[in-house]
């Protein structure tokens, strides 16, 4: 059966989140981003409304919807801005989802409960400065010391980094085994010797928190060790399977805005006596645009059904990614030509739209970490293994505690 259409809540949840962004983020945004300020409030007002945990099960202080109804939220958000699609991208779909997946039920009444009911904040530290994509080189090392583990390295490029009150940190338990050797933790702000610092002069999603993550003899109690001992590369990439998604969908959104952007200016805006819309190679750039959109909506729903129906998702979800952060990025370098010298200017928000359309090409998997991927799965090299702990299939059955 293939079903296309959003059911009454998803339309519901959907007009919401617009009127929101249309309100609330849109008419702040460009103050925002040109004073690099991450807006606090914002967080607040996404509690309020119930966004931080929107997929996760009531139980566990969500809203229980599915998890295309995620996908609709990125997608809103990030027609206002990516910082904000980029927050909950972090906080639902990197660490909320993680320990929903991953967690015990100490870690879920603990950590994730309050995550979900967005009175407390997660972040997702994994890159170092010594390793993004090449994830088994991290040298931050987690050392056993009785009924602690002793966390010592530092994060970077860590969405949220000031703003978390909980960060899932990835360690190296045992160093000389490569990915084998990382182990997952849950390490809170408040624990001695957890500092953080945002980055400042971004290119873009100057409206959003990034920066680092330091750890110096960090206690971090071994209820906090999520997974077994071993088991942190796997929690990392199932964690991006649903990052990735969130960061698709939210591509989708953008790719929106730059439509929006670029129909009313093609309306206008008239040269050799009409409208640029009459202009066949203007009409190029927002057709590729429409078959951006189209595409990446059709791939990043799979996806979500997929994770409905509890079935791995990986490969789809890295065609999804790739294909959608691609597509928002070329639609925001070709807004900003059908904008002409205005394209040029913060008068327009297409150049922030630009700017911000390139970390999502970077994050969660650079486009040639996906590229191989996707050649990897076809040629047969890949594989995906059978997870000890899966991501819920939607409608969530309630859990005996
Ligand atoms: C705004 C922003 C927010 C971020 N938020 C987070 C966060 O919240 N948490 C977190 O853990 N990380 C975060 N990151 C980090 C991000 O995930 C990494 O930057 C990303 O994984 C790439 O790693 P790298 O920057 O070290 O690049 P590298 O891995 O050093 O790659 C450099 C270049 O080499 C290419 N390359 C590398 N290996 C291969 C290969 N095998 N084949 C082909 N090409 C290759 C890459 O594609 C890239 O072009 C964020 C980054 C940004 C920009």
């Not at 959003?6 to 309100?23: G, I, P």
């Not at 408040?190 to 500092?195: E, I, K």
């Not at 998604?245 to 929106?256: E, H, K, N, R, Y």
Request: proline letters at 3%; glycine letters at 8%.
């Amino acid at each position: 059966m293939f079903e296309f259409s959003y059911s009454d809540e998803q339309q519901a949840v959907q007009k919401m989140v617009r009127k929101f962004v249309d309100k609330e983020i849109i008419p702040h945004i460009e103050g925002w981003d040109a004073e690099q300020h991450f807006e606090p409030q914002i967080l607040d007002r996404l509690a309020q409304l119930g966004l931080m945990g929107i997929c996760i099960p009531e139980q566990y202080g969500g809203q229980g919807m599915d998890y295309n109804t995620l996908a609709i939220v990125c997608a809103e958000l990030e027609r206002g801005d990516t910082a904000f699609r980029t927050a909950v991208s972090v906080h639902t779909a990197l660490n909320s989802m993680t320990l929903l997946q991953w967690g015990n039920e100490f870690q879920k009444e603990k950590y994730l409960t309050p995550q979900a009911q967005g009175s407390k904040v997660g972040a997702y530290g994994l890159t170092e400065p010594n390793a993004g994509s090449d994830v088994a080189a991290i040298q931050t090392t987690a050392v056993r010391d009785g009924d602690h583990y002793i966390l010592n390295g530092s994060k970077t490029w860590i969405s949220l980094c000031d703003v978390a009150d909980h960060f899932l940190i990835f360690a190296k338990t045992t160093p000389d085994q490569g990915h084998r050797g990382i182990s997952c933790f849950i390490v809170e702000r408040s624990f001695s010797g957890v500092s953080t610092r945002g980055f400042k002069h971004k290119l873009g999603i100057r409206a959003g928190n990034t920066g680092e993550v330091f750890m110096e003899e960090v206690r971090v109690p071994v209820e906090n060790r999520v997974g077994e001992e071993g088991e942190g590369f796997k929690i990392a990439m199932s964690a991006l399977d649903n990052g990735r998604f969130s960061v698709a969908a939210g591509a989708v959104g953008l790719i929106d805005a730059c439509i929006e952007a670029s129909l009313k200016y093609a309306h206008e805006r008239e040269t050799f006596g009409k409208p640029i819309g009459k202009h066949q190679l203007v009409q190029q750039m927002i057709a590729k645009m429409v078959a951006g959109y189209e595409t990446s909506q059709l791939l990043v729903h799979r996806v979500g059904w997929m994770k409905n129906q509890g079935m791995r998702n990986t490969r789809e979800t890295s065609l999804a990614k790739w294909h959608a952060c691609d597509a928002a990025f070329n639609a925001a370098v070709d807004a900003v030509q059908i904008h002409g010298a205005n394209g040029y200017s913060h008068e327009f928000p297409v150049e922030r739209y630009m700017r911000n359309a390139k970390a999502p090409v970077i994050y969660e998997g650079t486009r040639e970490i996906h590229q191989v991927m996707q050649a990897e799965y076809a040629l047969g090299y890949r594989k995906d293994k059978e997870l000890r702990r899966n991501l819920p299939a939607w409608p969530f059955a309630q859990v005996e505690v």
